[in-house]
């Protein structure tokens, strides 16, 4: 019959058992679980133990104890191994009955039964959606087992049916465990079991379908379909049919479109455990959010606002885009805009195809206006007070830009700005031990030590002089690991006297919890107090190197031990992050922290965070260039406020040789993640070092000056380069141990770009012995060839500087390579190839989280894959992108410019998509759409992606009948070609062979000039047109004029340029360009 499986406490899962069989059978002897001697014992007791209470007849139990052959005098043999086992096993537990014998216990004592009733309670727990209590039984359960069952018996039917009997209890503790996981949507636990009960059945469809859920729910789909197409083949060759109905649904519900993504959230925490007494002040902000723009939670440090806004913001995730921006670890008000765009994943890096960028350079705060006004956004703002008239600016500026945006924040004081109300954060009531006060201490003090009772008189008054302040409550709670309720009154009594006789200045509230603060400290040893106040310059957080270095001086010889003291005291969190123990400071305390820091101590801890700091960037930018970026990428995400705070130190006390080492860190971590404001931000500070700092120790100061001047032009500052220009000559000149790829890269920035100047500085580099030289020169040298048109070259010295940095281990330079080849191949109509190159620089701009950028390039890709006639590869890896940019998580945090050019690059692609599937007009007006999506007009002359746009799109127009829609664009597009192609320095041929192709088959499809548009389209065969987009191709103009004018006149056009060099082709395009 069925076991009760009520027989065991969910709430006590732990069994005594007395008989063991899931591993050696044993017994328990004196309180101790002991292996039974002898093979016919252990037989005899397993026979027994697998039917508890039952009786066994002799003839049963003498086949399962000897299964071969019966001993001559069976009956007797039987009983002297029943005499044995009985001796061995408590007293009574082994009984003669008129049946036979039998074994007397419960399921609880037996580990077989045990676990199979956990079995049953686990399955009611989860068919009544109690996952978690499921989870436990299960684990309770499997604790049981101890090895092999029947691993110490004889071959036969007995060891058989246990190892069978075990195997189902383990085989169904593992679904159960798997559908528990699935129920609480912990993929990533269920993955490891669900494949599992697939390895040990092929055929098993749940087992299947439950790894297809499981694959489906990480985002893994094409996985979880696989899993389907395996089983189907399997089922169809071995068993001649199909999988079942529920499965077949479930593989076509995996391939249907996905439901609507929820508003995507940024910055946003997991709750610790639940918020408190707080549901009043939630809804009392929620209504006072519908009718205030700005909203800010004021009160005192300590008083839960941070844990507030970030509960509001978890319920309102549900229904807009939320983003939370910490501001605690700023310094100055310079860096809010920043650290706004920063938390929102905002970038300036420009969607490029080679060379051509995409999008005009915009200001920090332009950036985020647009970014935050297409949508409607919940913004918070946490720890506002010590920049409050900063944050006050930039948030009317925003509320300004958009009626979309809502702005919550938290502040010690409010902002006072008219958008704004305020909302005072009471304390938690405290008015009985039901009260939210006397809740949230008898929480958490359960949760330092489980099981306490605590005198409810005492815990209302400690809620009392805590004036309900929740963090001051969750701190005093800390101590009930050491000392009664009642003590920790008598000791907070005693130090708040003393406190608000001495202190009067602070408000009531806060001057509460900095005595709680102050009595945690107190508490602590010498050398944890120093350590702690030494420390609270990590905005960051710290490792204990960090630490050791900082705080390992007078007073504290042992910083680890004085870490783990502080810890303790749940003065600092730790956090595993990158294999690597992090541990950071609440903000409450590091500010009170700091007070305890006298002015000599300040100074020895301000010149060793110094010191700690530029040894960091020196090793970062160490390993730049010892080609580890993925390791610094890693060093620099963790440290990047402490280091930026240190540089914010360095300049402001003149201290140049560290500023340079912690800039050139910085900026070069900035450049990569497209952050390009922050170096332009920070090129007037490092330009006002003084000139004798130039020829300092290390390579900094030139790698400082190499990384202004790749941006000081770029932002529109020419006399800024020239400054930038001098500065780095004169520090090159003046140091004579500059590393050679770093040496070199300064050269060409600094040398004559006219004349044989450059050509001969490359030739040189090239065959340089230094790998980083040759590396440089290969790639500059490869995109000068291809602004020139020389492709093949261009794709040679890209394949050697790829090979380099390959050798090398250069994952930068590998990427950066990979993306030059893929641009090479793409204009120059070998999609095929630009597809590889451009998912190889996508894997790897992803690996050095450069996220925006591995974006772009698997958009090129699927671009590359529509031009080579892969066109439903193409659509689904461009609608990949498209989620990316409008659904993915920079939803919210996109640049409103940038993500408008990277949706036109996107339509144009599925232009050329409709069009080479034979639907022209639906091509034709997405390439419309596309010009309009990213705005091209008559300032659009410093935007090269944009004149390239527009040539696809005016192209297309051309060659497919439909030029008249398209004569305004074509205006705009003469007009900014020749202010932006029309210099004297390093024009960009093959950009300017895509316009001269696409407005000469405009005037010959047009009637426009068609002898001009004939000459226009020949020449620009000459200077290598980009054929990015398959309507770009020259070839296919030169057909279509032909059906307009005839094959004599355009192979006659084409004759007559024959002999026309790139140089005199460049000119003549350019005049007749001209109205």
Known sequence: MPLDTRAVDVDAPVARIDVGVLGPVCTRLNGDLVSIPGTRARALLVALACAPGQSRSVGALLDDVWPDARPRAPKNALQTQVSRLRSALPPGTLQTSPAGYRLVSTPEQLDLTCAEVRVGQARAELAAGSHDAALVLVDAARVLWRG??????????????????????????????????????????????????VARDALDEPAAADLMRCLHGLGRSNDALAVFAELRERLADRLGTDPSGELIELNAEILAPPAPRAPVSVGLRASPNVLIGRERDIDAIENLMTRARVTTIVGPGGSGKTRLANEIGSRAASSKPVALVELASLRSGQDVVATISGTLGLSETDLKIGGIGLGRMRTAGERLREALSGKPVLLILDNCEHLIDDVASVVDDLVGASELLTVLATSRAPMSITSESAYPLPPLSAGGIDSPAATLFVSRARAVRPGASFDPVEVNRLCRTLDGL??????????????????????????????????????????????????????LEFSQQRALARLCGFPAGFTVDAAERVAGFEGVDDVADALDGLVRQSLLTVVDENDHVRYHMLETVREFGEEQLGDDEAAEV?????????DVARTAAGGYRAVNQIEMIRLLEADHDNLLDILRHA???????????????????????????????????????????????????????????????????????????????????ERAGVE???????????????????????????????????SAAFMIRAALAENFGYLHLAAQDADVAYAIAVDRGD????????????????????????????????????????????????????????????????????????AMSVDGESAIAADADQQDQRMASITATRAEADIAEGRIESGLALYRRSTEIAGFSDDSHNDPYLTLLASASVAAHSLYGAADRIADTVVVLQSVSLARLGGTEFRDLPQLGSVACAVGSFDVQSGRDRGRGVRLIALSVKVYARQDYSSMRPELHLDAARRVLGAAAVDAAVARVAHTTRAEALDEILELLRP
């Open 811 to 882: 994952v930068w330079g590998i990427a950066t390579a990979s993306q030059s080849l893929g641009s090479i191949h793409g204009q120059s109509g070998r999609s095929e190839l630009a597809v590889s190159h451009y998912a190889r620089a996508a894997d790897l701009m992803w690996e050095l989280h450069s996220y925006d950028e591995s974006a772009q390039m698997r958009g090129l890709a699927g671009a590359a894959l529509i031009a080579a006639g892969r066109i439903d590869e193409g659509r689904k890896l461009i609608d990949d992108v498209a």
């Open 470 to 523: 929740p963090l001051a409550i969750e701190l005093a709670a800390a101590r009930v690991r050491s000392l009664t309720v009642a003590d920790i009154n008598t000791r907070l009594e005693h130090r708040f006297a003393l406190l608000r006789s001495s202190d009067r200045t602070r408000p009531e509230r806060h001057r509460t919890l900095h005595a709680v603060i102050e009595w945690s400290w107190n508490l």
């Open 651 to 733: 300049v402001d006390k003149a201290c140049w040789p560290e500023a340079y080492a912690l800039f050139a860190a910085l900026a070069f971590f900035w450049a990569l993640r497209g952050a390009h404001t922050e170096v332009l931000n920070w090129a007037p500070r490092m330009m006002d070092a003084p000139e004798d700092v130039l020829g300092g120790d290390d390579d900094h100061v030139v790698l400082t000056h190499v990384v202004l001047l790749a941006h000081v032009g770029r932002g529109g500052g020419v006399r800024d380069a020239a400054r930038v220009r001098v500065r780095l000559r004169r520090s090159l000149r």
């Open 148 to 197: 092999e069952p029947g691993s110490d018996l004889p071959d036969g039917v007995l060891a058989d049916d246990l190892r069978a009997r075990a195997g189902a209890a383990a085989d169904a503790l593992d679904a159960i465990e798997i559908a528990a996981l699935l129920g609480k949507k912990d993929f990533e636990r269920a993955l490891a079991p669900a494949r599992r009960a």
């Open 740 to 774: 050679p790829g770093l040496r070199f890269v300064g050269e060409v920035l600094i040398g004559r770009t006219d004349g044989r100047g450059l050509p001969r500085r490359l030739a040189d580099g090239v065959r340089a012995s230094d790998a980083s030289v040759r």
């Open 606 to 614: 301000r010149a060793r965070m110094l010191a700690w700091g530029s």
